[in-house]
């Protein structure tokens, strides 16, 4: 599956962004949906997901309340929806897709596609 990310760009504090992820190739409805994030000279983390149907969503604790991840799989389309945003949000956003399920969704090593990511800048 080939993924293309979209809708970064520059934000004030507390102001809202939303990332697109448009799939291609496999089995959209089938993937759990990642996004991760990375920020100069830092790891990799995970940000949120959505489980195949979409019916259950997951979210690192840092952007819980804040951020939405949502799915469109008749469009082969994952969202995310980020509010309320804050300069620690600055990084490059992934999206990828992933096969496994439950505690597997946290880790960047179970997903199989990334997209190229996009650069969420956010400014005071």
């Known amino acids: 599956v080939q993924l293309q990310a979209s809708g970064g760009g520059l934000v004030q504090t507390g102001g809202s962004l939303s990332l697109s992820c448009a799939a291609s190739?496999?089995?959209?409805?089938?993937?759990?949906m990642g996004w991760f994030r990375q920020a100069p000279g830092k790891e990799r983390e995970f940000v949120a997901a959505?489980?195949?149907?979409?019916?259950?969503?997951y979210y690192a604790d840092s952007v819980k309340g804040r951020f939405t991840v949502s799915r469109d799989n008749a469009k082969n389309t994952v969202y995310l929806q980020m509010n309320s945003l804050k300069l620690e949000d600055t990084a490059v956003y992934y999206c990828?897709?992933?096969?496994?399920?439950?505690?597997?969704?946290?880790?960047?090593?179970?997903?199989?596609?990334w997209g190229q990511g996009t650069l969420v800048t956010v400014s005071s």
């Open positions: 990828a897709a992933s096969n496994v399920v439950l505690s597997g969704i946290y880790s960047s090593d179970n997903y199989h596609s």
């Open positions: 190739g496999g089995s959209f409805r089938s993937y759990t």
């Open positions: 959505s489980f195949r149907s979409g019916g259950y969503t």
